[in-house]
């Protein structure tokens, strides 16, 4: 019996030529979806009939009430190594697998410094003067030599960018919750005792923290305040850890310098959102793992996973 098998948010409608899905000829019949699925009775509707799928991070959220609503589905893969928008504990009590597939944080690292780079020496506005024959040069970048880039959260993409600021002969500070000294010292990481103390020294602060209701507007009005009024703020994590209202407040009365994100409460964001007409904001449409390397490691990890299940020994199982 030939099992059915979508591929969601395939939006490049690259996912067939990133792995060799012919690993499944015979077994498993795929179908592409390269569109936003905007609803759930849409969603339920498309993909009722399958029994495996794989989806693209957190672009079509799988709460308990849409996998209620789809019996054949026994495989869900998810590009990650975790989702926030997929319901686990809802999947396992239905008898659905949950499985990830492996990125790698260069791609979302690299992303992050083009933000930086790209609003410190203003590159959008002397871009569009050099293409329609404007002025030449009107701005005055802010050089990063010597400056202080504050790291609110020192996992493996925070160490990452530790890197890369050092060979810029940046200072580098660091927070999170449970961050201790002797873990700082040993990528040269000065470790802050406070989030406020961390904000007030940074002239960059970049976010790297997994998003829970414990960290959800980790970075409100009061820690924003705290922010030098010529300091950047960078968010290619997750939109929900900062206040985005705060945010907006905070770029629209020029109390920071600017912000650089990836990521947003909702998404697409709408066209008539205040973030897409803001000066000082530079902003990508959550690319930061669109890669061509990162998307060959996601697609190959996914059908590595559908053989596997199909051999009934499914690896990188998430838990709930």
Same mark, same amino acid.
């Given at each position: 019996?030939?099992? *059915?098998?979508?591929?969601?948010?395939?939006? *490049?409608? %690259?996912?067939?030529?990133?792995?060799? #899905?012919?690993?499944?000829?015979?077994?498993?019949?795929?179908?592409?979806?390269?569109?936003?699925?905007?609803?759930?009775?849409?969603?339920?509707?498309?993909? /009722?009939?399958?029994?495996?799928?794989?989806?693209?991070?957190?672009?079509? $959220?799988?709460?308990?009430?849409?996998?209620?609503?789809?019996? /054949?589905?026994?495989?869900?893969?998810?590009?990650?190594?975790?989702?926030?928008?997929?319901?686990?504990?809802?999947? *396992?009590?239905?008898?659905?697998? %949950?499985?990830?597939?492996?990125?790698?944080?260069?791609? $979302?690292?690299?992303?992050? #410094?083009?933000?930086?780079?790209?609003?410190?020496?203003?590159? %959008?506005?002397? +871009?569009?003067?050099?293409? +329609?024959?404007?002025? =030449?040069?009107?701005?005055?970048?802010?050089?990063?030599?010597?400056?202080?880039? &504050?790291?609110?959260?020192?996992?493996?993409?925070?160490?990452?960018?530790?890197?890369?600021?050092?060979?810029?002969?940046?200072?580098?500070?660091? =927070?999170?919750?449970?961050?201790?000294?002797?873990?700082?010292?040993? %990528?040269?990481? !000065?470790?802050?005792?406070?989030?406020?103390?961390?904000? !007030?020294?940074?002239?960059?602060?970049?976010?790297?923290?997994?998003?829970?209701?414990?960290?959800?507007?980790?970075?409100?009005?009061?820690?924003?305040?705290?922010?030098?009024?010529?300091?950047?703020?960078?968010?290619?994590?997750?939109?929900?850890?900062?206040?985005?209202?705060?945010?907006?407040?905070?770029?629209?009365?020029?109390?920071?310098? &600017?912000?650089?994100?990836?990521?947003?409460? *909702?998404?697409?964001? $709408?066209?008539?959102?205040?973030?897409?007409?803001? $000066? +000082?904001?530079?902003?990508?449409?959550?690319?930061?793992?669109?890669?061509?390397?990162?998307?060959?490691?996601?697609?190959?990890?996914?059908?590595?996973?559908?053989?596997?299940?199909? /051999?009934?020994?499914?690896?990188?199982?998430? /838990?709930?």
């Amino acid at each position: 019996m030939t099992r *059915q098998c979508a591929i969601l948010d395939d939006y *490049q409608q %690259v996912a067939l030529r990133m792995a060799d #899905w012919s690993l499944l000829d015979g077994q498993v019949h795929i179908r592409i979806y390269s569109h936003e699925i905007a609803t759930a009775d849409e969603l339920v509707h498309a993909v /009722k009939d399958c029994e495996i799928l794989v989806i693209m991070r957190e672009r079509t $959220p799988f709460p308990a009430e849409v996998l209620e609503r789809l019996p /054949k589905l026994r495989l869900l893969v998810t590009t990650g190594m975790r989702n926030a928008s997929v319901d686990i504990a809802a999947a *396992q009590r239905l008898g659905i697998t %949950v499985c990830g597939a492996r990125g790698r944080g260069a791609a $979302p690292t690299e992303l992050t #410094w083009a933000l930086i780079l790209g609003l410190t020496r203003h590159l %959008v506005t002397e +871009n569009e003067n050099f293409r +329609n024959h404007g002025p =030449w040069q009107t701005t005055i970048g802010t050089g990063l030599y010597g400056k202080t880039l &504050g790291l609110v959260g020192l996992g493996q993409i925070g160490k990452r960018m530790t890197r890369i600021a050092q060979a810029m002969d940046m200072r580098v500070i660091a =927070w999170s919750p449970h961050l201790t000294a002797v873990r700082a010292e040993e %990528v040269g990481v !000065e470790a802050i005792g406070t989030l406020n103390e961390l904000m !007030e020294q940074s002239d960059i602060v970049s976010v790297h923290m997994v998003l829970s209701e414990r960290t959800r507007h980790l970075i409100g009005a009061q820690e924003l305040a705290h922010m030098r009024p010529g300091a950047y703020l960078i968010n290619t994590s997750r939109a929900g850890l900062i206040d985005q209202s705060a945010m907006i407040e905070a770029l629209q009365h020029h109390r920071i310098a &600017g912000a650089g994100l990836d990521v947003f409460e *909702q998404e697409p964001l $709408p066209a008539d959102h205040p973030l897409r007409s803001l $000066p +000082n904001v530079l902003a990508t449409p959550h690319i930061g793992y669109v890669a061509d390397d990162n998307y060959r490691s996601f697609y190959e990890d996914a059908v590595d996973d559908i053989v596997q299940f199909l /051999k009934g020994e499914p690896v990188r199982v998430l /838990k709930p």
